[in-house]
């Protein structure tokens, strides 16, 4: 015969079990909402996504705190692919399929940590007027995200988002003839208006050139091979 204290445990790990799925679903569609936003040019949409002390690691550089994300977000990417109105804009074209999402809660479910692939389609249609400098007409690119949750007032945020940069390809080259037309930061804000507020101790270099990208949880045959979060 079951006691009153072992339902009460069962129906605590239960509810436990319960709360972390959907944490989970949670911060995955958090994470699509992100990429949707990218998608379509909404980058005050984007930066409300993160936490007051959120960072973005981004081409070897970090972006510290919601000024640096919206420097980033906004000062940069706002200014350079839509003259600094929000989208989306006639014939620009910059869509993120984020996918192959793995995701770890922390046992305590204030924070967690996410791993996506992001396989990006851009370019600008012929007939617009504008051209972002540098932007290829057509391109491909791909990469994948290690990042960091923080769940406020029971709403899960981004704490810190560090997408690495896998590979560009031109749609005309492929891959195998092109080099990545972005390229690690080399130096930081104020002097660069839209830099980074810290390097990167290493620049990541950008395709050709590949790197590992660190897996945030254990290996799920071989058993617990690290700890994600302090116990």
Not at 56 to 81: D, E, M
Not at 92 to 107: E, G, K, N, R, S
Not at 127 to 150: C, T
Not at 153 to 160: H, N
């Amino acid at each position: 015969m079951t006691d009153n204290s072992d339902l009460r445990a069962e129906l605590q790990a239960l509810t436990n079990r319960v709360g972390m799925l959907e944490d989970q679903q949670a911060i995955r569609k958090l994470h699509y909402a992100y990429g949707y936003y990218i998608d379509f040019c909404q980058y005050d949409e984007v930066v409300q996504l993160f936490a007051d002390d959120g960072e973005v690691i981004f081409l070897s550089g970090i972006y510290k705190g919601k000024a640096g994300v919206a420097r980033l977000y906004k000062t940069w990417f706002q200014n350079y692919f839509t003259h600094g109105k929000p989208g989306p804009e006639d014939g620009f074209l910059l869509d993120h399929f984020q996918m192959q999402d793995i995701i770890t809660v922390a046992p305590d479910r204030k924070t967690a940590k996410g791993r996506f692939r992001a396989v990006l389609m851009g370019g600008v249609h012929e007939d617009r007027e504008y051209k972002p400098e540098g932007l290829p007409d057509q391109f491909y690119e791909a990469g994948i995200y290690e990042n960091d949750y923080v769940c406020v007032d029971g709403v899960w945020k981004i704490k810190r988002l560090d997408y690495m940069v896998q590979w560009q390809a031109d749609y005309d080259k492929g891959w195998a003839k092109t080099k990545a037309h972005l390229q690690p930061a080399v130096e930081i804000y104020p002097g660069n208006p839209i830099g980074p507020d810290e390097l990167l101790p290493e620049p990541r270099l950008t395709w050709p050139n590949r790197h590992d990208v660190p897996y945030h949880y254990a290996h799920p045959v071989m058993g617990k091979a690290f700890k994600p979060f302090e116990e």
